[in-house]
């Protein structure tokens, strides 16, 4: 009995002891607590410090306002009766659209913000495009576009020059890229074939107002063509000039586009609603081989040393050779006065650092996981 009345004492002096201990307790701690808010945003990826290409001013006048026009159903008749004459058609030789003359090409710019990027190269040998019953032998282009670093689009383009002088798109295989992976072909197409005629892409004598169609199949591709220049200010490679043919191009969906040609170089300038490009190399064919300039030797060896880097994620290393690409990039445009302003070192440091944004991101996003 008095164990019993012992555990009794014990219980009630700890059931008061309890009820003290509860009445001093503020009553947010009896509260849930709430999950704390974090004091600091997570890591974002950073890709590297290479400036964006600033926006070049056009030289040549903004295109206007276009209500966009239906193309019509069927191929616009070509130029003279019964179609152009090709007695040497691989001959290309039109100073506005030197085909046979250019060995490569390379095109800088933006495209919808993205830095953007063109490459021509001729290929060697020829082939035969049959058309009208007519044989017609070709020179070949390979065509290559990349916007951010990205690879967007090739083709294989095939030209003809006719006995007046007059260049002929005669068809292009287009493979269309997305995410790096095949997309479609659209945009093929090739003379004799469901109803293409040849295409004129550059006449021989230009006149202003004159109209053509360098694209000819309705449905597929069309294009038309309107001459508003033959004066037109604006770079090449070699220097300023005064007299590029400047042409308003109007597409397929009725938005327009404007292209100024130059004499021995062909397309020099290229501007539409949201992109912009200049030629900033021509290779002759045929030119004999020099040693590289030692300020591109530098950039080369600094994009070198920038892929190797960011596996390791040695970001200051790949700031310090960005910053010495674009050094040597300005030594070099500052002793060649022929440098469009499209090739500026913003652009030279973009194009080394696009193609390595997505594995830089990649590991540094791996490096705060």
């Known amino acids: ?138 020179r070949v282009v390979q065509f290559m576009a990349m916007v951010g670093g990205r690879l967007v689009e090739v083709a294989y383009d095939y030209f003809a020059q006719a006995d007046d002088g007059s260049v002929y798109y005669m068809g292009e295989d287009v493979t269309n890229y997305r995410d790096g992976k095949v997309a479609d072909h659209g945009g093929s197409w090739q003379a004799g074939k469901d109803g293409a005629p040849p295409a004129l892409i550059m006449p021989a004598r230009p006149s202003v107002g004159q109209v053509f169609n360098p694209e000819n199949l309705p449905g597929v591709v069309f294009e038309t063509d309107k001459v508003l220049s033959l004066g037109q200010k604006t770079t090449t490679p070699a220097g300023p ?21 130059a004499a ?10 949201d992109e912009l490009s200049h030629l900033v190399l021509y290779a002759p064919a045929g030119a004999p081989p020099r040693a590289v300039p030692d300020a591109l030797s530098t950039i080369e060896a600094q994009a070198e040393d920038i892929a190797d880097a960011v596996p390791g994620g040695s970001w200051a290393k790949v700031s310090a050779d960005v910053d010495a690409a674009r050094a040597a990039w300005q030594g070099y445009a500052g002793e060649h006065d022929g440098v469009p302003p499209a090739a500026s070192s913003h652009q030279v440091a973009s194009f080394i650092t696009a193609p390595l944004a997505a594995s830089s991101c990649a590991t540094r996003c791996a490096s705060t996981t």
């Not at 109007?250 to 938005?255: A, H």
């Not at 021995?264 to 300038?269: K, P, R």
């Open 1 to 138: 009995m008095l164990k019993f009345f012992y555990r009794l004492l014990l219980l009630a002096l700890a059931l008061v002891a309890f009820a003290g201990c509860s009445a001093q307790q503020p009553a947010a701690s009896r509260a849930t607590p709430l999950a704390a808010a974090p004091t600091a945003a997570p890591p974002t990826a950073v890709l590297p410090t290479a400036a964006l290409p600033t926006a070049v001013p056009p030289t040549a006048a903004p295109p206007t306002e276009v209500v966009p026009t239906a193309a019509p159903a069927t191929a616009a008749p070509a130029s003279g009766t019964g179609g152009p004459r090709f007695t040497h058609p691989t001959a290309i030789s039109n100073p506005l659209y030197p085909i046979a003359l250019t060995r490569y090409t390379i095109a800088l710019g933006t495209e919808g913000g993205d830095p953007s990027r063109t490459e021509i190269t001729l290929l060697p040998g020829t082939r035969v495009i049959a058309w009208n019953g007519q044989q017609t032998e070709v």
């Open 241 to 261: 000039i005064d007299n590029g043919v400047f042409v308003e191009e109007t597409l397929m969906d009725g938005s327009v586009e404007h292209k100024i040609y």
């Open 264 to 273: 021995n170089f062909g397309i020099v300038e290229e501007q539409a609603s």
